[in-house]
């Protein structure tokens, strides 16, 4: 069964300085890989997808995220930290199969920016 | 195109009062999504669509809870009656099935049942 589990709840981090979000996946074939970013108070945004195509994905706002099928991960980065990357991020991955569609979310990572 | 329209955006009702929650999904995508969110719970999925039949409404907490879909550009959850615990934010996606499954976010309502 496809599951993702993010390891951080929380980061904090300095503005300038990198990011490092972890997540860890488990699927039975290729998935599909998704980060998502949610605002204070604002729906879930795509930051960036990975569909088997090139594994380092470059996403919107500086973010990328590497695919890593040897160590099950999907880290997502940041050179360097903004004010406005303080958020709630989601590692999803893709559950397919027969009429199944469904997203699985993971629990979130909260990131914090200090100035 | 406009996204995925929801509303109301806010909605604050006393407990045991009907509750409808609208949704309008991109157009062209085929399957809509009805997810909650809460502090304790995070965020889960209630109820799913595809061409407009229920494929899995496994997340839905009881039967207070129903949703809808007659036709392509609209769907509803309505919970009948409404309970504090009920008090969330209630977020519909919709993507294109066949695709990759990227889902895009409405920007939710917030629900508080008092």
């Known amino acids: 069964a496809q599951s993702v589990t993010q390891l951080d709840s929380h980061v904090s981090v300095s503005e300038g300085t990198p990011v490092l979000l972890r997540c860890n996946y488990s699927?039975?074939?290729?998935?599909?890989l998704f980060w998502y970013v949610q605002h204070p108070n604002k729906g879930l945004q795509l930051l960036l997808k990975?569909?088997?195509?090139?594994?380092l994905v470059k996403g919107i706002n500086g973010f990328e995220a590497e695919f890593k099928k040897s160590e099950t991960s999907f880290h997502l980065t940041k050179p360097s930290a903004h004010m406005s990357d303080a958020a709630e991020y989601f590692c999803?991955?893709?559950?397919?199969?027969?009429?199944?569609?469904?997203?699985?979310f993971g629990t979130g990572t909260l990131l914090a920016v200090q100035p | 195109d406009a996204g995925v329209i929801q509303s109301p955006r806010h909605e604050v009702t006393e407990m045991g009062q009907e509750v409808t929650l609208r949704c309008k999904p991109i157009s062209g995508h085929n399957s809509l999504f009805w997810y909650r969110q809460t502090m304790m719970r995070g965020l889960e999925l209630l109820i799913y669509?595809?061409?407009?039949?229920?494929?899995?409404d496994s997340g839905m907490p009881e039967d207070r809870f129903s949703a809808k879909m007659p036709n392509a550009s609209f769907s509803t959850l309505k919970i009948q009656p409404s309970e504090p615990r009920d008090s969330a934010v209630y977020f519909c996606?919709?993507?294109?099935?066949?695709?990759?499954?990227?889902?895009?976010f409405g920007p939710g309502t917030r629900l508080t049942v008092l």
């Open positions: 699927s039975s074939y290729s998935p599909s």
């Open positions: 990975y569909t088997s195509a090139a594994t």
């Open positions: 999803v991955v893709s559950l397919y199969g027969g009429a199944t569609n469904k997203l699985i």
């Open positions: 669509f595809n061409n407009n039949v229920p494929i899995d």
């Open positions: 996606a919709s993507s294109l099935r066949g695709g990759d499954n990227e889902q895009f």
